[in-house]
């Protein structure tokens, strides 16, 4: 698993670095809490460029290696920034078998992107996910926060065009 | 520390051989203990353990699988066998595994018969290295640092170099992304002259393959020796007569100085001088410099910068205080200077025309020749190349020169005569020892009946010594590794230090452990102090030696008479004296 | 609080719970908000519930959100309480049918007997109403860990309490020496539920034999496995008997705290946990000197981030850490040496599940469940090819027939079953010759399977079971650490060969390579993530031999699922010319002209199967 390094320029609002400033201060004594401020970090930008990085090695007093490694190592933490609509594609056992993989392939190919990947108007972007939790409706995907069950492969599309005409 | 009596023995049976071993110990330390030797490769007693590259599978009698042998503790009456048919299959695959990721070019690889993993493969008759060929990723060469040159596509992901890097507490180095595509890189995959890498090099002694290795200057030199226009100069750091040998099979520690200097003749350099000159004029320089801050008021306590690594270390990680720093320049920078200065006026050639080859214990040399503030002379670079004790053994080798059966020759003259004080420079607590030697009896204005300082003697990390020298306590400290450079600095940035004197080294153990040393493969560093054993004959070399004492070397007497005038004077602090600059963590 | 305080609290919420009661609701009315309900359409059924309750004005009917109540197959579901009635579980749900049962049960006491459960499955008889206890899904459960998901406001600790709950700790704190409690443990024969099985008694007996100035107790509710989540459904619905379990172990192993290591996915369960914690804390259920007794003990979560290597219990005190997710080697074992290098014990989250009541009803009571050497119950997530999805807790020793065919409802369609999958990426699959293993620990692992976290996936004969062995290698080549050789590179090996099978590129010496390599990696690597991702493939193999040689010297896919071995074909009499396909193909591979039987131009074809799902007459099969 290789994570894609956004090349996008980073532009943080003070706002921002302020909020990150506050998490620090509340767990910068205790290196255990990395974890903890990277995921509130993500919060905040929506991702962990390596100004962000940057800012968390320093207030954690922790190597930025240390930092990297532990972004590159769980599936989380996000290099890139995410789609205005992010797309994941239940992948777990009870959706693969109710062939999960058809509905991922079809998006893949609509969407021109692998998992992994966000378009280039930046409008959606694609993963795949480990069961979250509604095998009862296999397979599953998720668009934001909303839940699409019992698909079909042919139901992706319209469902993306509806995301597309709402931007 | 327990005493015998109260470390419990456990007895169990390797092989069928019974044996007794402490409680706490490894399979591994039972089974060396009566000479059986399971082979390894991630492991580095106490830095590295952590059981990753399953080399050292052993069978335990009753367990559910195979074990590792490393970091597996004894148990009563426990039955190992270490070199089963399981045992040895299940090794061969686990190498044949690894070899499926491996950049197979051992033909020409530098590791090429250093190689850990080359002589295991040897050992379990890997016979087809493409048994479990396929897909790999393949990575870009990074050799954009001065000192080194990193090839993932060689890596085994040991970590013994993120270990290292860890233990040197820079930690720039490290595992990233997951599973197949985990490698070993910097943050965002920086290139490593990107970071705060201080160039010490102890990544590279400790990689079991090709894939960290010092870059190779030895063509640059070469090309010297061969172009008529140039006068090739070299000189050899004090540790490097005792870890040469080394790498042409002599015993660790064994001084092979006058084969050295031999070997040194017939690749044909002009001029073969000792790097221990240098080191005695930085104690000249420096003790006085020590001496001038304590008497008018300088920045205390004063610390040495003979070791490149530790100064880039103090320049990333500690800029504010870079006032502590002594600035003298290092012994191989101070040579090189007095070459193109003094030594060229004697020979009347243009310092252009003069070549300055440094063979160096350490890789952060390479980037110390590189610093703006090293100039003597104009634009032209003190030192032109420095090579590791590793280069110039290949070099040695391929020019043909059968170093076992070379005579014993003197280094050159003037530039040469090191003193005792000078070679222990080699060794963690020289320096301080040596400069103590001078500032001692400048003080006292007395011949010291005891030279040997023993406080700042040994391998531990950090050393200190408190001595009453003229009615005045001086409190030194010594430290080597940058983790316990850490230490002290810390403690002087909270104001808690009130040391005088500080000696810090960037390699733990000093140069004589330093990243451009032969290598040595873990299994003998992991039962073996190298550090202690290389220094132990440095300290019979300085035993040894006529003059123990910079101050009293002639060559010092002379240099100052000649040309110097006085420690620290102006055209001293022009050639021997450098400049530190704040370095950026990030780039 | 006192331990009179807890009973008075007890009796009191639980008339407040209780419909028909002088302090009680005249009815109640739960929602399953799990998330799976919630993703099944439960926001809208309790918006329209309230809305409806309050234009009707009806006062004293409590509606409540509930856990999950384990039938995902018929989410979303309302229950409700009546006095003088058995509870009545409505299936299916949307916000009409539920504006209806307002108005029709709740206002004028008519139940609406078509929205029932009983109508639903089609085992009641029309018009009448078949209490869910009575359904083939229920009736051979048996819900320890589950007792309270769907039953109580899993937010609210007075609910908890009016179950017995803290009844437990206060037990122990004021009557059991630490020693009694692990006793107890030991003789319950509860064994962990997160995989492997080991004995939990023992388990936490090894802690605290072991002195130090601190312990710790983790519970690992890092649910990896992608076909299991009873572990959400218990932290979503019940996640005050954790805390309890929690503190019970603390006590017992001398630990003074305990970290909650929960999947960031899980938000609803986070939140749970914290209103839980906090709630605790507020009531001194946490914190210090519990039931006066001395005993202190506090609580922390925290988040994991997307890695199954974090299941493992030295990768998870790694992550707690703050560390990349690595395991380390054991020895030394986390009850001498774990969270922080202090003594630590482990449990997941239905293990600790099982433990208030273990010791609140004392262990004999558990130990009559199951069989000789597997106690107790087990939640399985049955999911796959089965009629009736979902969570169901079942003693040991039920048979996988009676799992699939009874409570699961058989395989929808009309398929036929193939083979059942267990213990996830870790686990393998059980052939129908195996229908009849009564399920425990070690059966299950001496038929090449094994417990795992309680995945139970039902295939028909449309998986291919290589395609099926690959899925899991690829969830394993993606999930492995990277710390050891064999597992990081042996399973990448191992994916390489099973493309080469699945494509039709094998050769019959690469299934000898195959099982080579995988015996090596099961052999050889550091945690059990290595040691057990080749048994997906070894269990297919051993079972499903034939399907993997027809791969390779056939180059034929009997499933028809490996797409390369795969030929979409238009059968000419049935296809009749309406150009439908043609249209959908993205390669353009179809030609054809109007009302003529199409072709399929094999060497444009991607294998996508949109021609297929497209054509209305059923012209296109695959072969």
């Known amino acids: 698993m290789v994570k894609k390094i956004s090349k996008i320029p980073f532009e943080g609002t003070p706002e921002q670095a302020q909020q990150l400033g506050a998490v620090i201060a509340q767990y910068k004594h205790d290196p255990s809490q990395l974890m903890t401020v990277m995921q509130k970090a993500q919060v905040i930008y929506g991702y962990l460029p390596y100004e962000v990085q940057v800012m968390i090695a320093d207030g954690m007093d922790l190597p930025l290696e240390r930092v990297y490694g532990v972004s590159t190592f769980y599936a989380q933490f996000a290099l890139s920034p995410a789609g205005k609509y992010s797309i994941s594609v239940c992948l777990g056992t009870a959706c693969y078998v109710k062939g999960a993989q058809g509905i991922l392939d079809r998006i893949t190919e609509l969407l021109g992107i692998a998992p992994g990947g966000c378009t280039e108007d930046g409008l959606f972007s694609l993963d795949a996910c480990r069961c979250i939790g509604a095998c009862g409706l296999a397979p599953v995907m998720m668009i934001n926060d909303e839940v699409y069950g019992n698909l079909a492969p042919d139901q992706v599309a319209p469902i993306l065009e509806k995301y597309r005409k709402t931007a | 520390m327990a005493t015998a009596e109260t470390v419990k023995m456990i007895n169990l049976k390797i092989n069928g051989f019974p044996v007794s071993a402490p409680a706490g110990s490894t399979i591994l330390e039972a089974a060396r203990s009566i000479g059986i030797e399971i082979p390894t490769l991630c492991y580095l007693k106490e830095i590295n353990e952590i059981g990753a590259c399953r080399i050292c599978m052993v069978e335990v009698k009753g367990a559910r699988s195979l074990v590792t042998a490393c970091v597996f503790p004894v148990a009563e009456n426990m039955e190992v066998f270490t070199n089963t048919e399981k045992v040895r299959r299940s090794r061969k695959l686990t190498l044949e595994l690894i070899l499926s990721t491996h950049d197979k070019n051992c033909l020409s690889c530098v590791r090429s018969g250093t190689c850990e993993l080359q002589q295991l493969c040897k050992e379990f008759g890997v016979d087809d290295p493409d048994y479990y060929a396929g897909g790999n990723v393949h990575y870009a060469f990074d050799d954009s640092a001065a000192h080194m040159v990193r090839d993932n596509n060689k890596c085994i992901l040991c970590r013994r170099c993120v270990a290292a890097c860890d233990m040197q507490c820079i930690s720039v180095i490290g595992a990233n992304a997951r599973g197949f ?8 995959d920086k290139d490593l002259a990107d970071v705060s890498c201080i160039s010490c090099g102890q990544c590279i002694v400790n990689c079991p393959t090709g894939a960290i290795v010092e870059k190779d200057e030895s063509a640059a030199v070469l090309k010297a020796i061969n172009d008529p226009t140039k006068f090739t100069v070299v000189h050899t750091a004090p540790s490097i007569r005792v870890t040469l040998g080394e790498a042409f099979g002599y015993k660790i520690g064994t001084n092979v100085q006058g084969q050295m200097v031999a070997a040194l003749r017939r690749l044909g350099f002009d001029k073969v001088f000792d790097t221990d000159f240098g080191a005695d004029l930085t104690i000249m320089e420096e003790a006085h410099e020590f001496l001038d801050r304590v008497q008018n008021g300088g920045v205390l306590p004063m610390i040495t910068s003979c070791s490149p690594g530790w100064v880039k270390y103090c320049e990333h990680y500690y800029p504010d205080l870079l006032p502590h720093l002594s600035t003298c320049k290092s012994p191989q920078q101070m040579q090189g200077a007095i070459i193109k200065t003094y030594y060229a006026q004697k020979l009347n050639l243009d310092p252009k025309d003069i070549f300055v080859v440094g063979i160096m214990p350490c890789t952060a040399k390479k980037f110390e020749n590189k610093r703006d503030d090293q100039h003597a002379v104009d634009d032209l670079p003190d030192v032109d190349v ?19 059966d070379l005579p014993e020759e003197e280094f050159d003259n003037p530039l040469a005569d090191g003193t005792g004080a000078a070679v222990i420079f080699g060794a963690t607590g020289g320096v301080m020892e040596a400069a103590l030697r001078t500032a001692v009896e400048t003080l006292t204005g007395e011949a010291l009946q005891n030279l040997d300082f023993q406080e700042v003697r040994g391998t531990e990390g950090i050393k200190e010594a408190s001595y009453n020298v003229a009615g005045m306590e001086v409190k030194v400290a010594v430290a080597s590794g940058t983790k316990n450079a850490k230490i002290l600095m810390d403690k002087l940035a909270r104001g808690e230090a009130d040391y005088h004197f500080i000696e810090i080294m960037g390699c733990p153990g000093g140069c004589v452990n330093g990243g451009g040393q032969p290598i040595q493969h873990a299994v003998v560093r992991n039962f073996h102090d190298l550090r202690a054993m290389r220094a132990a004959s440095l300290y019979d070399a300085d035993r040894n030696l006529p003059v123990r004492k910079s101050h009293e070397s002639p060559a010092m007497k002379l240099i100052y008479k000649d040309f110097l005038g006085e420690p620290g004077s102006h055209l001293a602090h022009e050639l021997l004296h450098t400049s530190y600059v704040a370095r950026p963590k990030y780039k | 609080m006192t331990l009179n305080e807890l009973n008075e609290m007890q009796t009191q919420a639980k008339a407040k719970l209780t419909p028909g009661d002088a302090n009680g609701p005249a009815i109640r009315i739960v929602v399953g908000y799990a998330t799976c309900g919630i993703a099944a359409g439960a926001r809208p059924v ?36 009546a006095p003088g009635q058995p509870k009545t579980t409505y299936v299916r749900m949307n916000a009409e049918k539920a504006a209806r049962v307002v108005h029709s049960h709740v206002a004028n006491g008519k139940l609406v007997a078509e929205y029932t459960i009983g109508a639903a499955t089609g085992e009641a008889a029309e018009g009448e109403i078949l209490p869910l206890t009575e359904t083939n899904f229920y009736k051979k459960q048996r819900r320890i860990a589950l007792r309270n998901c769907g039953v109580i406001d899993p937010e609210s600790l007075e609910q908890y309490i009016a179950m017995d709950g803290y009844q437990a700790l206060a037990k122990a704190l004021t009557q059991l020496q630490p020693g009694d409690v692990i006793q107890i443990l030991k003789d319950s024969g509860l064994r962990g539920r997160g995989g492997g099985g080991f004995p939990t008694g023992l388990k936490w007996s090894f802690t605290a034999a072991n002195q130090a100035d601190q312990k710790y107790v983790v519970c690992n509710a890092d649910e990896g496995d992608p076909g299991a989540f009873m572990d959400r459904s218990v932290l979503e619905g019940d996640p005050h008997a954790v805390v309890e379990a929690m503190a019970l172990c603390g006590y017992a192993t001398g630990a003074s705290e305990g970290y909650i290591y929960v999947r960031a996915e899980y938000p609803i369960a986070v939140k749970h946990l914290e209103t839980a914690i906090a709630q605790a804390k507020e009531r001194g259920l946490l914190g210090k000197n519990i039931f006066d007794s001395g005993f202190d003990f506090d609580l922390h979560i925290r988040l994991g981030a997307g890695a199954f290597v974090c299941g493992e219990e030295t990768a998870l005190m790694t992550s707690i850490e703050g560390k990349r997710g690595e395991p380390r080697p054991r020895p030394p074992y986390p009850a001498v040496k774990g969270l922080f290098a202090r003594p630590t014990t482990e449990n997941n989250v239905e293990t600790f599940a099982n433990v208030p009541q273990i010791i609140l009803h004392g262990a004999p009571d558990f130990a009559a469940l199951g069989t000789e050497k597997s106690k107790g119950t087990k939640v399985f997530a049955l999911g796959g090819k089965i009629s009736n999805t979902g969570l169901v807790e079942i003693p040991m020793g039920t048979t996988l027939r009676e799992i699939i065919e009874e409570i699961g409802g058989g395989i929808p369609d009309g398929k036929k079953f193939k083979a059942a999958q267990t213990g996830g990426p870790s686990g393998g699959c059980i052939p129908e010759s195996l229908i009849d293993t009564p399920i425990d620990y070690d059966n299950l692992t001496a038929i090449g399977s094994m417990m795992g976290s309680g995945g139970l996936i039902v295939m028909d004969e449309d998986n291919c079971m290589v395609d099926i062995a690959r899925f899991f290698l690829d969830f394993t080549v993606d999930e492995s650490c990277g710390k050891c050789s064999p597992c990081r590179i042996g399973t990448k090996r191992m994916m390489e060969i099973l493309d080469k099978i699945t494509e039709g590129r094998a050769e019959m010496a690469d299934l000898d390579k195959l099982e080579e390599l995988a015996y090596h990696i099961k052999e050889n690597s550091l945690c059990g993530l290595g040691q057990t991702a080749p048994n997906p493939v070894l269990a297919t193999m051993k079972h499903f031999r034939a399907e993997y040689e027809a791969h390779v010297r056939e180059g034929r896919c009997p499933a028809g699922v490996c ?24 390669v353009g591979a179809i030609s054809g002209t109007v009302k003529q039987a199409h072709i399929i131009d094999r060497d444009k074809c991607i294998k996508c199967g949109a021609c297929m799902t497209t054509c209305r007459f059923g012209a296109i099969e695959k072969k």
């Open chain 3, 46 to 81: 309790l918006q329209s519930l309230r809305r409806e309750l309050e234009s009707l004005g009806l006062q004293n009917v409590l509606v409540e959100e509930t856990g999950c109540i384990g039938m995902c197959q018929y989410e979303p579901i309302v229950e409700l309480y």
């Open chain 2, 386 to 404: 420095s090579l590791t004790t590793r280069e110039l053994a290949r070099m040695i080798d391929s020019a043909g020169v059968y170093f076992r």
């Open chain 3, 563 to 586: 797409k390369a071995l795969l030929n979409y074909v238009i059968i000419p009499d049935a296809c009749r010319g309406c150009t439908a396909c043609a249209r959908v193909c993205p």
């Open chain 2, 181 to 188: 595509d985990t490698h070993i890189s910097s943050a965002f």
